[in-house]
DNA sequence: ATACATGCAAATTGTTTGCGGGCAG
DNA sequence: CTGCCCGCAAACAATTTGCATGTAT
């Protein structure tokens, strides 16, 4: 892969994000750096990326695509349904069972994805606020 | 919810559907029986079941909103990579650890979704079966 | 030097919306 | 009768593509 001005920028900011980016957040963090960078460069870049392993492309429920760096510690993700918020869960309950699932569905499984929808502890509490200032 | 002629033909498909539907593919079975059934009353249909609770929204890795019957038996879904196959799942290893994952998150966890990558018992073959030819 | 990457603009694709007429309740 | 629903066409938003130019190797 050629490096490229462009592509160091995006390489650098998918492998510093906490959490997957849309096309969109990579370009306005990649103009901070670099004014010009078009929307496309980011596109054909990923692209690029999830091609040769560098990175993944996750889908919450907004159906926006979103990408992360690859090669971090096996993880799913956890979205708060009011804020938005994402965050990583280390945690995997599949690879203890995707054995029994390969041999009741005749499936060769070579991925799999697990998103949970919920309230954060912030949005927890201001639900909770709210509702008593209601009273 | 209002019964016409097209949301009753709409319910029926989602209800009979194997598998998760497109807004096209539901579409194009709705016209064998009402062929000027209009794509955005789909959606606009599916936007009503879905508030009432009669449909559930799913998107795999293509990003597409597909639709299916809600109220059926808890379930995830399996994709094949090669052919596009969709099936349910109808084990889930989650509702043994979310109440761990709630307490480590310190999140409300209300739903998740699970989706399964792989190849089918049919591609298997199919790829075995070209591999030796080319042999 | 040359192939590959970029920026820009236009094209596609999936989905949503505005409007005037139609139909279920 | 009345408000909700429909079909149609236009609007939108996310993503992809064509093309002329720039640049890493």
Known sequence: MRMTRQRKVLLE???QAANPLSAEEIMQQAHLQDPSLAL???Y?????MLEMGLCQQIR???GLARF???GLVHHHHL???ACGRRE???TCPLHQIQQQLETASGYKITYHEINLYGLCPDCQKKLATEKSSHA
Request: charged fraction near 20%; charge should be negative; aromatic fraction near 4%.
């Open 13 to 15: 900011i998918i492998n």
């Open 40 to 42: 496309s460069t980011v």
């Open 44 to 48: 054909r870049t990923l692209e690029k």
């Open 60 to 62: 919450f429920q907004d």
């Open 68 to 70: 992360e760096q690859a």
């Open 79 to 81: 979205v708060c349904t």
């Open 88 to 90: 990583a869960v280390p």
